[in-house]
């Protein structure tokens, strides 16, 4: 299966700064999902990434928000954009390879 | 759309309890189920998958059978240990074609206790 390194792994950021993550794939992936996984809650998808195309958002998240970039088959940045408090949330990326679902370690992120 | 649901939590169990968390799914087509861990300050993990019908996932003492009849996908373990405290998610995929997100229940937080 498909390792992934996401960094930053943590980070305390002001609000109305910008963060941005990065997921590195060590093999081409078709698409790259980011999702936001809030304090004590479930995991929930915030778009899909396919290299060369707009990524596809889900209801509630918004591209001047939440901005990807897919430059190629193995990488990807998702960044949090004019933060506030409510971002603070784990943010992790995830790949399809082989038979099954690899998740990058997350990124912590607090808004101060 | 797909969706999951999963028991509420959390469960506080003592050790070598058997342990069962309720899981059932809405979904189009056949999908393919999974359980997830996710210990304390850790990142997610696989636990065990299944990809058709009265397949029996199993890892680590924990096993999940696919129910197509009731939509099913419980995780049991029959003893478990303090080191099984985390989060356990339950989530589906329609196809595992590349382009299709993983979809997951609300997570059940379980405490074992010595």
């Known amino acids: 299966s498909a390792v992934i390194s996401q960094k930053p792994s943590r980070d305390i950021c002001q609000r109305g700064t910008s963060l941005t993550i990065q997921c590195q794939v060590d093999s081409q992936v078709t698409m790259m999902f980011w999702y936001r996984q809030q304090p004590g809650q479930s995991l929930t998808l915030i778009a899909t990434?396919?290299?060369?195309?707009?990524?596809?958002?889900e209801s509630g998240f918004v591209i001047d928000k939440f901005p990807i970039s897919r430059p190629n088959l193995t990488f990807s940045t998702l960044t949090v954009s004019n933060m506030s408090p409510e971002d603070s949330s784990i943010y992790l990326c995830s790949v399809v390879a082989g038979h099954g679902y690899t998740f990058g370690s997350g990124t912590r992120l607090t808004v101060v | 759309g797909n969706s999951v649901t999963q028991m509420e939590g959390p469960v506080t169990l003592s050790e070598e309890a058997f342990l069962t968390i309720n899981c059932t799914y809405t979904?189009?087509?056949?999908?393919?189920l999974f359980w997830y861990v996710q210990y304390p300050g850790e990142g997610l993990q696989l636990l065990l998958k299944a990809t058709k019908a009265d397949d029996k996932g199993s890892n680590k003492g924990f096993e999940a059978t696919y129910r197509k009849e009731t939509t099913s996908f419980h995780l049991e373990k029959g003893s478990v240990q303090v080191s099984d405290s985390a989060v356990y998610f339950c989530?589906?995929?329609?196809?595992?074609?590349?382009?299709?997100?993983?979809?997951f229940g609300k997570g059940t937080r379980l405490s074992v206790i010595a």
């Open positions: 990434a396919n290299q060369g195309s707009e990524a596809t958002y």
């Open positions: 989530a589906l995929s329609s196809i595992i074609s590349g382009n299709t997100p993983l979809v």
């Open positions: 979904a189009t087509g056949y999908p393919s």
